[in-house]
């Protein structure tokens, strides 16, 4: 540990396992250490064992839920889009040989007190009771206008600059109402309030975009793709690709306390008596907690149920998204559930998450409307975590710390919080477009 | 090359041990017939892949090196996943790398699934002078775990492609099955019309 490194990376979460693999594939010499014996940080995901240890004290999980090693029950719960930006960084990277993905079934959405599908099929569509017909065809002509429009190309603009046109602006001109609206808005651009409403309608055309194409890339059910074995996969994914480049992992290290020089710019991380070296330190907000903020809140429930979410036409992973103007409240909730089949519990068991941001100090009663969709359930943990962001300057401290998890459905968020990271970091913008395992296939 | 009409196993293989104990080399001499003898703790390439064809089946090795994460005890769950075969290697001029074969061998059955093919190797055969650890002794040990035992060089080559044939053999009789799982890498065939829906 007597060394000196470029970087010292503290904390196993995703967001830090990508920045240690990203920088050692540049050539950083990399020290990644978590004070926990396991890898994923936040974003692990835990067997039975584990889970009774961290919600229920000194209970041992019953015996009838199986075998604890059978479960991996995550602990920040997203899917990723299948176009989306973390799997163009599982496919630069090469990451994608160390795991398996699955598509998720299907994405459903609440809506006037029922459980409907967000339509993945012409025929889909055409049943669906979300819309009526003649809104049907107004809708047509507004994803007509977001499928061609081309960032690039002005003549698809049809006269409106999207950079300043409000998103209510664009929707008025093809006259749709407001359940509608909230459809697109919330099931297919995936915003988790109503605020997009009245910013530049470009992000949410962008976003209904990544929508259509992650759909069709797998021709599954939903935008979605998971990882067999959970997501605590993909930190331990990328920590490999850190290691395989020359990245050194001690795991079970305590304190890792953080040393700085009288100017405050970081000198050094210090675990059981031993100081290591370094220019730079990477971490979550768990290690620096003087220099980031509470901005909120996540409150979550899981179940371990023996039955797919009703309702759901017998899905066995899939996601409900329940939006906050259907519910009375300011954000979105959502019900995730994985099972058997995504290897993250024993056969016939399945695992459902219902999260939202926390409005109140209560997550019981404020995940009602979410749990009482999902029927009745083997066990129950209620928990709520408190979200932080960054205070420091990195320019003066050299510390670059990761924002948490946020309760949104999929990783765009976090991935963007590593590529800007990756810049402070480096100075250098990460170029996803280029492939690195045919990179290093040509040079063998 | 895979003969026609045989049934293709494809098995993810791990390989365990201490560092230093040449596990690395066992696997470049495998797979690319060559040796160093100051090879690098690995870094750079910890993935290699290679197919043996045997009468009954041809079997798609993937295999997987500990990337130096062995050092300080910081192997992922990742690592054991879904693997059908694992190798476990110590240096026989090394008793210290013996006792520490144990553990791993004792960290596969708590992590590793249950009908894995699991091999116990004696590498660096070619230090037979300074010989720490009896082959009775590794037989043993082997035998007790339900592993076979070999005794290879990765320098001379001597028992290495005899330890991937056994281990395909009796992979071949287990037969292991793969997940129905996507490649993330392929693009989508026939692409189609984005917002399809509400016609």
Redesign the interface.
């Known amino acids: 540990m007597d060394e000196e490194y470029d970087v010292i990376v503290l904390g196993t979460g995703l967001k830090e396992c990508i920045l240690s693999g990203l920088l050692s594939v540049d050539g950083l010499k990399v020290l990644h250490m978590d004070r926990n014996d396991y890898y994923g940080g936040e974003s692990t995901s835990l067997n039975l064992i584990q889970l009774w240890r961290r919600f229920r004290g000194n209970d041992k999980p019953p015996a009838h839920l199986g075998s604890s090693r059978d479960y991996n029950v995550d602990m920040i719960p997203k899917f990723m889009m299948a176009n989306g930006t973390l799997v163009r960084v599982l496919i630069h990277t090469d990451v994608t040989k160390y795991l398996y993905f699955k598509a998720v079934d299907g994405s459903y959405v609440f809506n006037k007190g029922k459980v409907h599908k967000v339509p993945a099929t012409d025929m889909e569509a055409l049943k669906s009771p979300l819309m009526g017909i003649f809104e049907k065809r107004r809708a047509r002509k507004f994803f007509i206008y977001v499928q061609d429009y081309d960032e690039k190309d002005p003549k698809t603009h049809e006269g409106l600059d999207l950079t300043r046109v409000t998103t209510r602006e664009l929707i008025a001109k093809y006259g749709l109402d407001d359940n509608t609206v909230d459809f697109i808005g919330h099931a297919l651009a995936l915003h988790r309030d109503d605020r997009y409403l009245n910013e530049p309608a470009l992000d949410t055309v962008k976003r209904m975009k990544l929508y259509a194409e992650s759909l069709a890339r797998f021709q599954g059910g939903s935008p979605y793709i998971y990882p067999l074995y959970g997501l605590g996969e993909l930190p331990q994914a990328f920590a490999r690709l850190s290691a395989v480049y020359g990245g050194t992992y001690m795991l079970n290290k305590p304190e890792c306390k953080v040393e700085f020089n009288e100017e405050g710019k970081v000198i050094g991380v210090t675990s059981e008596g031993e100081t290591a070296r370094c220019k730079k330190v990477v971490c979550d907000p768990s290690y620096l907690p003087n220099k980031v903020r509470k901005v909120g809140r996540v409150a979550r429930a899981i179940a371990i149920m023996s039955h797919p979410i009703p309702n759901t036409n017998d899905s066995h992973s899939v996601q409900v998204i329940l939006p906050q103007k259907q519910l009375g409240r300011k954000s979105d909730m959502y019900l995730f559930c994985c099972s058997y089949s995504h290897n993250v519990a024993p056969k016939g068991k399945f695992i459902a998450f219902v999260s939202t941001e926390a409005e109140t100090d209560h997550p019981e009663t404020e995940l009602k409307p979410g749990i009482d969709l999902l029927g009745p359930v083997d066990e129950i943990f209620f928990d709520v975590y408190d979200r932080y962001e960054p205070v420091n300057e990195p320019s003066l401290d050299n510390c670059f710390i990761s924002t948490s998890y946020d309760a949104t459905t999929h990783f765009e968020s976090t991935v963007m919080d590593v590529l800007n990271m990756y810049t402070l970091i480096t100075g250098k913008v990460l170029d996803l477009s280029v492939d690195l395992s045919a990179a290093s296939a040509a040079e063998e | 090359m895979a003969r026609p009409g045989n049934k293709i196993i494809q098995a993810k293989l791990v390989l365990l041990g201490d560092m230093g104990t040449g596990k690395t080399s066992l696997v470049l001499r495998f797979v690319k017939g060559q040796f160093f003898e100051n090879q690098e703790p ?6 290699f892949t290679q197919i043996l064809s045997l009468q009954e089946a041809t079997v798609k090795f ?1 295999i997987w090196d500990t ?3 062995e ?4 192997l ?4 054991y ?2 693997a059908a075969a694992a190798v476990v290697v110590f240096d026989i001029a090394s008793k210290d790398t013996f006792i520490r074969a144990k553990k791993w061998v004792e960290e596969l059955q708590r992590q590793g699934n249950s009908n894995l093919v699991m091999a116990l190797v004696a590498n660096k055969s070619d230090l037979e002078p300074s010989r720490e650890v009896d082959t009775e002794e590794g037989e043993e040990f082997a035998q007790e775990n339900g592993m076979f035992y070999i005794e290879t060089s990765a320098k001379t080559a001597e028992n290495i492609n005899d330890l991937f044939y056994e281990i395909a053999q009796r992979l071949a009789k287990a037969c292991p099955s793969k ?1 129905s ?5 392929n693009e ?1 065939q026939h ?9």
Do not use: W
Not at chain 2, 76 to 79: K, L, N, Q, V
Not at chain 2, 191 to 199: A, D, H, T
């Open positions: 690995t870094i750079g390439a910890a993935f993937d990337a130096g994460q050092r300080y005890h910081s992922a769950p990742m690592y996943r879904g997940p799982t996507m490649n993330l890498n989508v692409r189609r019309k984005l917002f399809c829906c509400f016609g």
